[in-house]
């Protein structure tokens, strides 16, 4: 144990760890909010492990708000009175605010049986700290902490720490056959900490990555996206890749596809690792840079003079993230608003200003400016020299768009002083057909064919 620890929990847990201490029971914060204490980190949420069983912890909060939906596992939530409340289950995503802090609190337990590869067959209760953190996932993510009694430090997890290390609680193949989710977790943890991955873990990883397809796609979507906004996602894509296309087999052709132009130095896939760490880590963007040339394999022709062409690669590749994203449950707003960035990733520059016209008119300001971005960080991923000299036509499509914005042009058919009645008082009649002349009428302001 480590009494010199400074951790400083929200009023809330260490009044929660006071009010179980009272009636005899142990109570101890556990797991991702003692780890990033350690980090110097502020936790997004707190988890509390307890001896007592979940009729006890409710007799420890008579006559205050509960929640009981994860009492069959051992959990309760206590809901302070005036606070919002605290909705707490053991297997699903925890959210416990209160002022601004999350919290969880918990049964001892063991488990037993996985015979899903996600979930125990059976879940006991015990009164051991140390059964209840040997079941867990990392070795930094066992340790349990009290403000009087200090650290538990089991499994070595702060020497994990200091070293930058993920490594398994006891045998890793064991720990991923239990719940496959964990492999996606350790790549997300690898890339949200730049820890390196332990030999003995990494290679459970390889031998059980097959267990990811009993795995939901939106729990599969969730860990993806928060592994791509982490510091370190490409060095993980990088080192992981026959992980990751176990559940993005798309994405396998891209790696050997060499690209063979004066314009790149990398294969497709390296080219888009490459994009992928230099876009601002924001899970639309990471999406698009990951997806924005999955499309390249499949279009890749050769011309007489031996270089490569990927003709008609940005629709393929759109094709190609609308069949993914739609796999993994993304919402149809995040699925087409990733593929359209996709799809116009190669759009020429600098942008002509009825294109840019077309593109604020369609998707909005946001939108073409996370599209300059994306092109950005393409243009960053290509053959040393070519983004120097293309730079400039990119700065040069911001100016124009935001000089566009500033003035006010007409971007929509709302922005017109013409109007669906004006053309039924010329005579033309309302319908599919009275649309498409509007619209044409758009493109030709957007032209400066007409005013």
């Not at 069983?53 to 420890?60: D, S």
């Not at 999350?102 to 067959?121: C, K, L, M, V, W």
């Not at 007489?304 to 919402?331: C, N, V």
């Not at 008082?425 to 599919?432: I, N, R």
Request: some cysteine.
């Amino acid at each position: 144990m480590n009494q010199g620890l400074t951790i400083v929990p929200p009023p809330v847990v260490g009044e929660a760890l006071r009010r179980l201490e009272a009636r005899g029971f142990q109570a101890w914060c556990v797991g991702g909010c003692v780890r990033d204490s350690l980090l110097g980190k502020a936790p997004s949420d707190w988890d509390i492990a307890t001896s007592a069983l979940p009729q006890e912890t409710k007799a420890c909060f008579a006559g205050e708000r509960l929640v009981e939906a994860g009492a069959a596992h051992g959990t309760i939530a206590w809901v302070p009175s005036g606070d919002h409340p605290i909705e707490i289950t053991t297997f699903r995503s925890v959210t416990a605010v209160v002022d601004g802090h999350a919290a969880e609190i918990t049964t001892y337990r063991t488990e037993s049986g996985y015979s899903d590869f996600r979930r125990p067959d059976k879940v006991g209760f015990t009164r051991s700290l140390s059964e209840d953190l040997s079941r867990r996932d990392f070795t930094v993510n066992a340790m349990a902490w009290h403000p009087q009694r200090g650290l538990v430090d089991l499994f070595h997890g702060q020497e994990d720490l200091s070293a930058g290390l993920l490594r398994c609680v006891g045998e890793p193949a064991r720990r991923f056959s239990e719940d496959a989710l964990r492999i996606l977790r350790c790549l997300r943890f690898s890339s949200q900490l730049g820890f390196a991955i332990h030999p003995d873990t990494a290679r459970a990883l390889w031998e059980k990555r097959e267990l990811l397809l009993a795995l939901s796609h939106e729990r599969v979507r969730e860990e993806l996206t928060k592994l791509l906004c982490g510091q370190g996602a490409a060095a993980v894509l990088r080192q992981y890749a026959a992980v990751v296309f176990t559940v993005l087999p798309e994405l396998a052709p891209m790696k050997g596809c060499a690209q063979e132009t004066p314009y790149h130095c990398f294969d497709v896939w390296e080219h888009t690792l490459h994009a992928v760490d230099y876009a601002p880590q924001q899970g639309d963007l990471r999406w698009a840079a990951l997806l924005h040339d999955a499309g390249k394999p499949g279009r890749k022709t050769r011309s007489a003079d031996g270089m490569a062409h990927f003709y008609g690669h940005p629709p393929e590749s759109g094709r190609i993230a609308r069949q993914l994203l739609t796999r993994l449950r993304f919402s149809n707003k995040e699925r087409d608003w990733i593929t359209a960035l996709v799809g116009h990733h190669e759009d020429a520059m600098p942008m002509g200003e009825a294109h840019l016209k077309g593109l604020l008119g369609r998707y909005g300001e946001r939108f073409v400016f996370t599209l300059f971005q994306l092109q950005e960080a393409d243009m960053s991923a290509k053959a040393p020299g070519v983004f120097a000299r293309r730079l400039p036509d990119l700065e040069e499509s911001r100016a124009l768009a935001r000089a566009i914005l500033e003035r006010g042009d007409c971007l929509t058919l709302g922005d017109m002083a013409l109007t669906g009645e004006d053309l039924k008082a010329l005579g033309v009649a309302p319908g599919p057909e009275m649309g498409k002349l509007l619209r044409r009428l758009l493109e030709a302001v957007q032209r400066g064919e007409a005013a």
